[in-house]
């Protein structure tokens, strides 16, 4: 397995996530499905297609996790037993040298629905507003 010289043996997935053409894809997907975040519902359900959506979200993320472990020549269940050892080191000697904390928050965020709503929410009141703004410019 290739893991990066000096500095945290978990940097290549977290430079996998947020670096190179993988964050403009997160972008576009957010952008493209914001429009939907927009509907009110009285009543405080909320519409399906958003958890449809939330699927998706997280199913692009397991995706680049999969390319990611590929290039560093790792399967599935080797890096979550690296993980796991981490995280028994971590709490063992009361030390996360390697940040694996920090890290599973990363890797697990697109699992967090409630997450997953703040960004669409916030996705959907910028382009609303810019499209507001748009409208109030005099031709």
């Given at each position: 397995?290739?893991?990066?010289?000096?500095?945290s043996a978990l940097e290549p997935v977290?430079?996998?996530?947020?670096?190179?053409?993988?964050?403009?894809?997160?972008?576009?997907?957010?952008?493209?499905?914001?429009?939907?975040?927009?509907?009110?519902?009285?009543?405080?359900?909320?519409?399906?297609?958003?958890?449809?959506?939330?699927?998706?979200?997280?199913?692009?993320?397991?995706?680049?996790?999969?390319?990611?472990?590929?290039?560093?020549?790792?399967?599935?269940?080797?890096?979550?037993?690296?993980?796991?050892?981490?995280?028994?080191?971590?709490?063992?000697?009361?030390?996360?040298?390697?940040?694996?904390?920090?890290?599973?928050?990363?890797?697990?965020?697109?699992?967090?629905?409630?997450?997953?709503?703040?960004?669409?929410?916030?996705?959907?009141?910028?382009?609303?507003?810019?499209?507001?703004?748009?409208?109030?410019?005099?031709?």
């Open positions: 397995a290739k893991l990066a010289p000096g500095g977290l430079r996998g996530l947020h670096e190179g053409p993988f964050q403009g894809e997160v972008q576009d997907f957010v952008a493209q499905r914001a429009p939907a975040f927009l509907a009110v519902c009285p009543d405080g359900s909320q519409p399906l297609a958003w958890t449809q959506y939330h699927h998706e979200f997280r199913e692009m993320f397991e995706g680049q996790v999969g390319h990611i472990l590929d290039s560093l020549e790792l399967t599935k269940e080797q890096f979550i037993e690296f993980c796991v050892w981490l995280r028994a080191h971590a709490e063992i000697w009361d030390e996360d040298t390697e940040g694996i904390y920090p890290f599973l928050q990363v890797i697990t965020a697109s699992e967090d629905y409630e997450e997953f709503l703040r960004v669409m929410f916030a996705e959907a009141q910028q382009q609303q507003g810019q499209q507001q703004a748009e409208a109030s410019i005099p031709q």
